[in-house]
């Protein structure tokens, strides 16, 4: 049986919780299918990182290193972690469907020749998987043929791996590329900072739709609540849409999924779309005027009203119990 | 320059999913069928781009069933130039469904391919990604804005935590996000125009490719449904509730 080799996305000298979920989904593979789970890391200088990793419980940790590794671009990773899954011979290599899990992925799945399966909620113990289709309305039972088989979990579907009793061995590789082959150049990130948690790491969402009307609002009615319950801030498609707040705040079917303890939707609808992103969610809270607003359909408490007197009223009483 | 659009035909996404009993796939008698919304942001993209250089052809293509026409014509009706249909009423995955796009990239030589980041049906999120590979390309996913000057293409890409910007010589492959621009409607004259415009079908047995899938969805089963909860009168029951029943706050 061949081995699991997990893509340890990186990102400024950490792995987020979203790695940790891909560790912890690989091992679960390795577990069910009798082998050994094995993690790499990618970039110029890793070894450190690679260090970090090996706390999982993995049974390797390669730190695969190049010059033209020191920046993500999908060509270079591909080729570099598709020479690595030959020559380790791994059948499974798995990664989170984060942005860039999803754009690396399938390109490395056309270089092995491989199957994929995308967003995955489930590994049964034949090594077939469960995936959901038609924004979260059908659950396919999904089957892979072939040698080699690549997978992207989705993130809110498995926990992150807890430290292990003792670390995993690290082992450094250059990574072999052709580099005449590769055309692609990062020219810059342009970061959205905020103190807040992650969206997808927050225990507590609070999201905002076009019922807010403005990115004024954002600011001045949903924030403080957002703040008042240490939550992360999310939106619906149409505030982003509307400019009213950044890209990646998006949760839904297209945009990011989150499944926290509590989510609380603010002027949000409940489109369809919107559900798949955020109705795993342990406990949903929703506000909104129209009582017949979908939202409420899976809403375990809803409170029909006009956001701008409840918004504030509620960071208000948050702000008060919390005092006492 | 020439612009190959890829389209995929999904159910409109404010129809309603049923799934059959027999775990099949979904009931399709009351669907209606629309470009990937994902799609028409590609079209649009490979318009707008010739409409700026005021010169190429934006070609379009489809991997379907014989009534996928409708489709065609409707983003020949938007402004693309001609079309063509690869014939097939199998079920093909992701990597088959690129290596037909492949060719047809090897007969039409387009310089860019624009495709949807996913079809809203099956979520994959594969296939540009994987033209790009089998092509030798660059790919950039996601794209919100995409620039090009001479050879040289850049691209803003929506990710984690920002935006991402890539630059790389063209031939490349650039899958949409949903803020790279607002499709236009099919005007009338468009709609007209589009009736005289090429439409071929190709038999998809013709390319000479294996189309075995090497993954199979082996069933379809509706989510577990979940419960609506209660309503509450006030914020101060509200809040009441978060903290002292469920504790969250
Ligand atoms: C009941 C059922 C059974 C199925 N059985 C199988 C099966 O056995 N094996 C299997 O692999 N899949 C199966 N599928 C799913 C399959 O047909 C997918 O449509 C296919 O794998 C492509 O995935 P996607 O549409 O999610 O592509 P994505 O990667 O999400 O699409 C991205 C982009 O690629 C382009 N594109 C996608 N499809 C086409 C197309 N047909 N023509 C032109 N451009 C396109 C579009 O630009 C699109 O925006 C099944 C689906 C159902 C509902
Ligand atoms: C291809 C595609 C992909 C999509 N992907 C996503 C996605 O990933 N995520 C997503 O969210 N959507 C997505 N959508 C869009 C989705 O279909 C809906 O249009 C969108 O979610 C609606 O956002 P909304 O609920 O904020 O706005 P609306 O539907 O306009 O709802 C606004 C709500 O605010 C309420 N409201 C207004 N004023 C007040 C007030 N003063 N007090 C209280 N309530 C008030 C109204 O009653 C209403 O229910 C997608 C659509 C398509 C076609």
Redo the contacts between chains.
């Keep these: 049986m061949g081995d699991v080799l997990v893509f340890a996305e990186h ?1 400024h000298e950490h792995f987020p919780k979203s790695t940790l979920v891909a560790i912890n989904a690989g091992l679960e593979m390795a577990r069910k299918r009798g082998a050994q789970c094995l993690v790499a890391v990618l970039g110029e200088n890793v070894e450190s990182l690679a260090q970090q990793a090996a706390k999982y419980g993995a049974a390797k940790v390669i730190a695969l290193e190049h010059p033209a590794l020191k920046n993500y ?3 270079a990773h ?1 080729q570099a972690l598709a020479n690595l899954v030959k020559s380790i011979g791994a059948e499974y290599v798995m990664a989170t469907a ?3 899990g ?10 092995l ?7 995955i909620i489930t590994i049964n113990d034949d090594g ?1 998987v469960i995936r ?15 040698p080699v088989k690549v997978i992207t979990v989705r993130a809110t579907a498995f926990d992150a791996a807890p430290e292990a009793s003792s670390p995993s061995p690290v082992e450094k590789q250059p990574a072999t590329l052709d580099q005449a ?1 590769l ?10 900072k905020s103190d807040r948690p992650q969206l ?1 790491e927050a225990h ?1 969402v609070v999201s905002g739709g076009r019922g807010l009307k403005s990115g004024e609002n954002f600011k001045t009615v949903l924030e403080p609540l957002v703040d008042a ?1 240490g939550a992360a801030m999310g939106a619906s ?1 149409a505030a ?2 509307a400019g009213f707040v ?3 705040l ?1 949760v839904g ?2 945009g ?1 999924v989150v499944a926290p ?2 989510y609380i939707a603010v002027g949000i609808s409940g489109a ?2 919107h559900l798949a992103g955020m ?1 795993d969610s342990k ?3 929703a506000i909104n005027k129209d ?1 017949e607003a979908p939202i ?10 006009d956001l701008f007197k ?1 918004v504030p ?2 960071a208000e ?2 702000r008060k ?1 919390k005092q006492s | 320059m020439k612009i190959l659009v890829p389209f995929k035909r999904v159910p409109d996404p404010a129809t309603t999913i049923r799934i059959l009993p027999d775990g099949s796939g979904i009931a399709t008698d009351n669907v209606k069928w629309v470009i990937n919304p994902f799609d028409e942001i590609a079209i649009e993209e490979a318009l707008r781009i010739k409409e700026r250089l005021k010169t190429g052809e934006v070609v379009l293509m489809t991997i379907g069933q014989s009534n996928w026409q409708e489709q065609l014509r409707t983003g020949l009706a938007m402004g693309a130039d001609r079309a063509k249909l690869i014939v097939t009423d199998k079920p093909l995955d992701t990597l088959t469904i690129a290596r037909v796009i492949a060719k047809v990239v090897a007969e039409e030589q387009p310089r860019l391919v624009i495709l949807g980041k996913q079809a809203i049906d099956d979520d994959s999120n594969q296939v540009g990604q994987m033209l790009a590979e089998i092509l030798g390309w660059p790919q950039a996913t996601f794209a919100s804005k995409l620039e090009i000057e001479g050879d040289r293409c850049t691209v803003v890409r929506e990710v984690d935590g920002g935006l991402e910007t890539v630059a790389f010589p063209l031939p490349a492959v650039v899958t949409t996000d949903l803020r790279l621009n607002e499709p236009r409607y099919a005007s009338l004259p468009g709609i007209m125009k589009a009736r005289k415009k090429e439409l071929k079908e190709i038999p998809i047995e013709s390319l000479g490719l294996d189309l075995t899938p090497k993954l199979r969805v082996k069933e379809l089963k509706a989510p577990p449904k979940r419960q609506a909860g209660r309503k509450v009168g006030s914020v101060q029951e509200l809040v009441k509730l978060l903290h002292e029943e469920a504790k969250l706050i």
Excluded: C
């Design positions: 990102q671009l999908a060509d591909a984060t942005a860039r999803k754009d690396l992925m399938p390109r490395l799945a056309a270089r020749d491989a199957p994929m399966a995308s967003d077939t959901p289709m038609y924004a979260g309305n059908g659950m396919a039972l999904v089957e892979m043929d072939g082959s055309k692609m150049e990062f020219v810059n990130f342009n970061e959205i997808t507590i319950v498609r982003v849409d950044p890209n990646d998006q079917q297209t990011k303890d509590l369809i779309q109705k406990v949903i809270v009582e409420f359909s899976v809403a375990d408490y809803g409170l029909v009203a409840a009223e509620m009483e948050v119990l």
